[in-house]
């Protein structure tokens, strides 16, 4: 059973262009999660989502934020127009109902 | 609201010691708290957790233990070696409308000193 997987690792942008971060969950997992984490800090939630459906979207900016888990494919987390600040490393974790998370590799966007 | 706290931020300890870090947490609601360990640029990755039908839970060098009157849990870590050195982080399930978030207290980096 393979484990939660996300693309690319390691993305790199500049100023403005968009960013695109995918997460498969395990298998038989239907809630997807996504963290945010600056280096040397903690992980702060972003989003939680079902097929098809945000349940949970608090953390998450309000502009140029935005996330999908559609019925087929995986999840996909997209920043528009990224700023420098937005540099982190952005996990996804996947977990059946009222079970632990399990986390992804991570994907770590350095914006130029 | 939603909040966990985390104590200490940094702690570092003689090979061979124990390791203890605490948290609290406000939802008395929450019924479920896992411990992450995360070393450095790898994934968070699941090393205990507890429920709330529990006091304790043990596996191995590790233990965690909760007071649900106190909003309090801890992680134990005996004989620590220096593959313990990473960022442990807690968490506590909050649920809010029908949904579970995750919230995690803000890490204690654990150093290990041989």
């Known amino acids: 059973n393979a484990g939660v997987m996300q693309n690319p690792r390691h993305l790199v942008r500049r100023r403005g262009q968009e960013a695109r971060l995918r997460c498969s969950p395990m298998?038989?997992?239907?809630?997807v999660y996504w963290y945010r984490q600056l280096p040397e800090e903690g992980l702060k939630f972003m989003v939680y989502l079902q097929k098809e459906n945000i349940i949970d979207e608090s953390g998450m900016p309000k502009e140029r934020f935005s996330a999908e888990f559609p019925k087929e494919g995986p999840s996909i987390l997209r920043i528009q127009q990224v700023v420098r600040g937005d540099s982190a490393a952005y996990f996804c974790?996947?977990?059946?109902?009222?079970?632990?998370?399990?986390f992804g590799p991570g994907t770590r966007l350095t914006v130029l | 609201g939603e909040n966990v706290e985390q104590h200490p931020s940094t702690l570092s300890v003689q090979e061979g010691d124990s390791a203890v870090i605490k948290c609290t947490y406000s939802d008395s609601a929450s019924n479920y708290f896992p411990w992450y360990k995360q070393e450095l640029g790898k994934r968070p990755q699941l090393i205990i957790d507890i429920r709330s039908n529990v006091g304790e839970k043990k596996d191995q060098r590790i233990a965690v233990t909760l007071n649900k009157t106190a909003k309090h849990f801890s992680l134990h870590i005996t004989e620590t070696q220096p593959e313990d050195s990473a960022v442990y982080f807690c968490?506590?399930?909050?649920?809010?409308?029908?949904?579970?978030?995750?919230?995690f207290g803000q890490g204690t980096r654990l150093t290990i000193n041989p």
């Open positions: 968490a506590a399930i909050y649920e809010i409308q029908g949904a579970q978030k995750l919230v």
């Open positions: 298998k038989g997992h239907s809630h």
């Open positions: 974790a996947s977990s059946r109902p009222y079970n632990e998370q399990f």
